[in-house]
């Protein structure tokens, strides 16, 4: 389906772990569809393992070398963004397109004060002088509600809370004002209370610049608060999408309502953690196992006779 003002979209896209040593190549991600319009707030939900970080990796160009893309595609704007070449993604990648981490520990440089690497950002994407990238440092710190923001641009990341940490990084992603925005669990490290802060804080950001946002996570317990419509992928395999109302109150698989019931309740503090039936995951792993054999079957035959087998499996 495409969206009216589309920002992102992700088209039949397979990833793989490249074959080595008589191992033979292994998707990763199988046959991923995705759009993101301009100004909602995207979640992509699922597992650790499930591949919902490779789909951002691959939104943003940071395959890692032992995987490729061996079909579909990811067009920004309408651009063909998987078809730039390292420079072209370079131009574009913190000024158009921005990522906001799940560790701001290792995701700042322990060697530099944070609000210098705020300004480099400026100074690099927009040609702000030294003086201009340091005033709008102190407006960005400000903005994700830092106090004493001159302060804290003089200290370095190991000296501030990790919800400091995590308000830098927003700050640095949305310094440019990009298009869009690439949250991979940026709450994942912080304890409830800040994590709802952060939450609010980047929703607030997010509807005042009217940034798209892919938000990664596992929490589906996030998704409610923050994101306008939602994908549930498992195995790389996109298994159930759509608003947030269908998904929290009606969803479609018995995956997702594993997912659910499988998320603690802060209102149910008393209530025993579920984990999700073996047999639920069981036969999407076997049907992902299937979908791999019929795949590379068609692809060895013919490269486009894999498109009707992935329209078959959908």
Known sequence: M??????????????ALRASRGHPARLVLRGVDLSVAAGEVHALVGESGAGKSMVGRAVLGFVPPAMECVAGSVRFLGKDWSRLDQAE????LGRDVALIPQDPLTALNPGHTVGSQVADVLRLHLGHSRAQAQARTLELLDAV????PATVARQYPHELSGGMRQRVLIAIAFACKPRLIVADEPTTALDVTVQRE?????????R?????VLFITHNLGLVAQLADRVSVIHAGRIVEHGSVREIVESPRTDYTRALFAATPR???PAEALRSIDEAVTDALNAEAAAYDEAWWRARARAPTASAAVEQGHR
Do not use: S
């Not at 509600?145 to 004493?148: G, L, P, Q, S």
């Not at 005042?208 to 798209?212: F, M, Q, S, V, Y």
């Open 2 to 15: 495409t969206l009216p003002n589309e920002c992102l979209r992700i088209d039949g896209l397979h990833l």
């Open 89 to 92: 993604r370079r131009v574009h």
């Open 145 to 148: 509600r830092i106090r004493a």
């Open 198 to 206: 952060v939450l609010r804080l980047l929703r607030d950001l997010q």
């Open 208 to 212: 005042d610049e009217g940034a798209a």
């Open 266 to 268: 802060y209102d149910r």
